[in-house]
């Protein structure tokens, strides 16, 4: 257990479908961060949040929306996703969005789009 | 552009042996430099990071990394290997801001 737990582990869903991607920490971490890995590619920055508030937006597709209600939550909402769009999806944490300081990391969420 | 490249895809070590992980970075600045490894099915745990000083960095088991300036390489090594070591490992750089970049990251497989 790494201190950022996500929650489902294993999420398969159909293009019209909507879901939600959960990820909690409990570290006093105040910048949170979505990741997309994809097979032999470099980690793709989704989002940051640091204190609550979306920080960047990484050109991402409005299919993928995220949430942030409090410094130890953080939502990632899916809708009409592509098949290409399956992935693991990481959330992690940080003290705050500088720098200097390295990320916690959750077990992530095997997401499959069929 | 910022880049973080990992020359090896893929590394085979025998149980024992010595282990080097090539990165290097692309940045005019020094960066803040990370190691991080992930098992399968899991996230990524951080293995060591350089700021500042002595450029080489001692890390969680076992683990250092070197930083050399002059070839803008952040190198992870360990003397001898444990089957348990492995892994994927990726090396990030973090130049200015809050931005990570991170490597496409290096396969190791360990043999008895």
Same mark, same amino acid.
């Given at each position: 257990?790494?201190?950022?737990?996500?929650?489902?582990?294993?999420?398969?869903?159909?293009?019209?479908?909507?879901?939600?991607?959960?990820?909690?920490?409990?570290?006093?971490?105040?910048?949170?961060?979505?990741?997309?890995?994809?097979?032999?590619?470099?980690?793709?920055?989704?989002?940051?949040?640091?204190?609550?508030?979306?920080?960047?937006?990484?050109?991402?597709?409005?299919?993928?929306?995220?949430?942030?209600?409090?410094?130890?939550?953080?939502?990632?909402?899916?809708?009409?996703?592509?098949?290409?769009?399956?992935?693991?999806?990481?959330?992690?944490?940080?003290?705050?969005?500088?720098?200097?300081?390295?990320?916690?990391?959750?077990?992530?969420?095997?997401?499959?789009?069929? | 552009?910022?880049?973080?490249?990992?020359?090896?895809?893929?590394?085979?070590?025998?149980?024992?042996?010595?282990?080097?992980?090539?990165?290097?970075?692309? /940045?005019?600045?020094?960066? /803040?430099?990370?190691?991080?490894?992930?098992?399968?099915?899991?996230?990524?745990?951080?293995?060591?990071? /350089?700021?500042?000083?002595?450029?080489?960095?001692?890390?969680?088991?076992?683990?250092?990394?070197?930083?050399?300036?002059?070839?803008?390489?952040?190198?992870?090594?360990?003397?001898?290997?444990?089957?348990?070591?492995?892994?994927?490992?990726?090396?990030?750089?973090?130049?200015?801001?809050?931005?990570? /970049?991170?490597?496409?990251?290096?396969?190791?497989?360990?043999?008895?």
């Amino acid at each position: 257990e790494t201190g950022v737990t996500q929650t489902p582990r294993h999420l398969v869903m159909g293009m019209t479908n909507k879901k939600s991607l959960k990820c909690e920490q409990h570290l006093g971490h105040n910048a949170m961060y979505w990741y997309k890995q994809s097979a032999k590619k470099p980690l793709e920055l989704m989002f940051v949040y640091n204190f609550k508030e979306q920080t960047e937006n990484n050109s991402v597709p409005s299919r993928f929306s995220p949430e942030c209600p409090n410094s130890s939550h953080l939502f990632l909402h899916l809708h009409t996703l592509q098949p290409e769009d399956s992935a693991l999806y990481l959330c992690a944490s940080s003290q705050d969005a500088t720098r200097g300081y390295g990320y916690t990391f959750g077990s992530g969420t095997r997401l499959t789009v069929v | 552009a910022q880049s973080v490249t990992q020359p090896d895809i893929h590394i085979t070590v025998s149980e024992g042996a010595s282990l080097e992980l090539r990165c290097n970075y692309s /940045y005019g600045a020094t960066p /803040y430099l990370f190691w991080y490894v992930q098992s399968p099915g899991q996230g990524l745990q951080l293995l060591l990071k /350089y700021f500042s000083g002595d450029t080489l960095v001692q890390g969680i088991k076992g683990f250092e990394a070197e930083f050399k300036r002059s070839q803008s390489s952040f190198n992870l090594r360990k003397p001898s290997v444990h089957w348990s070591d492995a892994a994927e490992y990726f090396c990030a750089v973090a130049p200015e801001g809050n931005q990570f /970049y991170f490597g496409t990251g290096t396969s190791l497989t360990v043999i008895p």
